[in-house]
């Protein structure tokens, strides 16, 4: 009973250590910058609840599905969210994001001030393992500096704003 115990304890050791050995072999970017880290979906659900937790809207907290899904986007990812402001004649800044200056940003585009806002977490696509660099994915907007899958675009519709995701 008592080999039992041990052969199976051992056998189970070494199928663990083979997985990690294969998914070692799989991924040679580091643990953290590997796709399949099982880490990956408690730091990803901890980093929302924080978000939720700072009273950020839901939202701009999906946004942090939108970005490579590794252990390093999560990590180097900020805790919060940002406003870029791109002005009629095309000049641009970018703030933090709080709700007071989102609505401020809403008033401004529709009496014309800006030409549109983009509200993001990352505004450069980090790359996991064996994905390409920021600037060569096809939603980079170099003039803008974001990659556009990655924000909310709001624009004027005439009498309204409309909020949406980048494509």
């Given at each position: 009973?008592?080999v039992?115990?041990?052969f199976?304890?051992?056998?189970?050791v070494?199928?663990?250590?083979a997985?990690v050995?294969?998914?070692?072999?799989?991924?040679?970017?580091?643990?953290?910058f590997?796709p399949?880290?099982?880490?990956?979906?408690?730091?990803?659900?901890?980093?929302?609840?924080?978000?939720?937790n700072?009273g950020?809207?839901t939202?701009?907290?999906?946004?942090?599905?939108?970005?490579?899904?590794?252990v390093?986007?999560?990590?180097?990812?900020?805790?919060?969210?940002?406003?870029?402001?791109?002005?009629?004649?095309?000049s641009?800044?970018?703030i933090?994001w709080?709700?007071?200056?989102?609505t401020?940003?809403?008033?401004?585009l529709?009496?014309?001030?800006?030409?549109a806002?983009?509200?993001?977490?990352?505004?450069?696509?980090l790359?996991c393992c064996?994905?390409?660099?920021?600037?060569?994915?096809?939603?980079?907007?170099?003039s803008?500096?974001?990659?556009?899958?990655?924000?909310?675009v709001?624009?004027?519709?005439?009498?309204?704003?409309?909020?949406?995701?980048?494509?």
């Amino acid at each position: 009973m008592r080999v039992a115990q041990i052969f199976s304890s051992l056998l189970t050791v070494i199928l663990v250590a083979a997985g990690v050995a294969a998914q070692t072999t799989k991924c040679t970017c580091g643990p953290d910058f590997c796709p399949s880290d099982p880490r990956y979906p408690a730091k990803l659900a901890a980093k929302k609840a924080s978000m939720v937790n700072h009273g950020y809207p839901t939202d701009l907290i999906a946004l942090m599905d939108k970005d490579g899904a590794c252990v390093a986007r999560i990590e180097r990812a900020p805790d919060g969210f940002s406003l870029k402001l791109v002005k009629s004649d095309s000049s641009s800044s970018t703030i933090a994001w709080t709700q007071d200056d989102e609505t401020l940003a809403r008033k401004e585009l529709l009496n014309g001030t800006l030409k549109a806002y983009y509200k993001f977490n990352v505004s450069r696509a980090l790359s996991c393992c064996e994905e390409p660099r920021y600037d060569k994915r096809s939603d980079w907007d170099a003039s803008l500096e974001l990659n556009l899958k990655l924000v909310i675009v709001c624009s004027n519709d005439g009498n309204s704003v409309t909020c949406k995701p980048g494509q």
